[in-house]
């Protein structure tokens, strides 16, 4: 199996707020050496970098109430990180990243051409509002390293973090006054990015995100697999 994985893939996850996306990359980061794109976390380098930047601060007032950034600041930010990376032949996870059609426009072509038209996938993560609302709702991270706590009966009565026994906390991104806003903002300007993947060629697998976190990760190691087979070497 793991040799099936080998080469390298770019994987994007693509799917509503609190389908897990970011658990289900963390898996494929430990069990495969991957690497994920810290989308939030290098537009936050952004702004820290240029506070008096009128265009920075625009963006950082987006960020703030929960809007999407524009999709040229982003996908520069993105590209600067992955080319390196890329270059190097290491696999990617992009789960934050393109969330508008603009994002997708520049990093979906660029991605095809560094990783080859065979080794780029879409992992859509489909969930239903309201159990994704409910996920959100009771969502916890730690302090250490930002390592997702998944809201499910065997985390519930966890109050450090297992991998580094870091205090837990709910992001104020997940604050419920700013989930709505979320999802219209994921329906209206994420979801179309599919339209884009597809136009480039790049296959896109559905799956169920309301099963269990293992369930769920079991069909994403069965996509790349198949993605892996299913064409040949370019
Ligand atoms: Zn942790």
Redesign the pocket.
């Known amino acids: 199996m793991e040799g099936v994985i080998m080469r390298p893939q770019a994987v994007f996850f693509v799917g509503a707020p609190g389908s897990g996306k970011d658990t289900q990359a963390g898996f494929l980061i430990e069990e495969f050496g991957f690497i994920q794109v810290p989308s939030s976390k290098l537009i936050l380098a952004k702004f820290a970098q240029n506070p008096d930047d009128p265009v920075v601060q625009e963006e950082k007032r987006k960020f703030d109430a929960g809007e999407l950034n524009s999709g040229p600041f982003v996908a520069e930010i993105m590209m600067e990180f992955v080319r390196p990376i890329a270059a190097q032949g290491r696999g990617l996870i992009f789960s934050g990243s393109p969330r508008t059609v603009f994002e997708a426009e520049v990093e979906v072509p660029e991605m095809v051409k560094v990783y080859g038209a065979d080794s780029v996938l879409v992992i859509n993560l489909v969930i239903p509002d309201e159990v994704a609302s409910q996920r959100i709702a009771s969502r916890r991270l730690?302090r250490?390293?930002?390592?997702p706590i998944p809201a499910t009966p065997e985390f519930a009565n966890i109050t450090k973090?297992p991998?580094?026994g870091?205090e837990l906390y709910v992001r104020d991104l997940d604050d419920p006054g700013k989930t709505g806003t979320r999802f219209s903002e994921y329906r209206k300007l994420t979801e179309p990015t599919l339209d884009i993947f597809r136009a480039n060629g790049v296959p896109i697998f559905l799956i169920d995100a309301s099963q269990s976190i293992q369930a769920i990760h079991q069909e994403v190691v069965a996509a790349l697999e198949r993605r892996a087979t299913s064409a040949p070497r370019q």
């Open positions: 730690c250490a390293h930002n390592h973090c991998k580094d870091s």
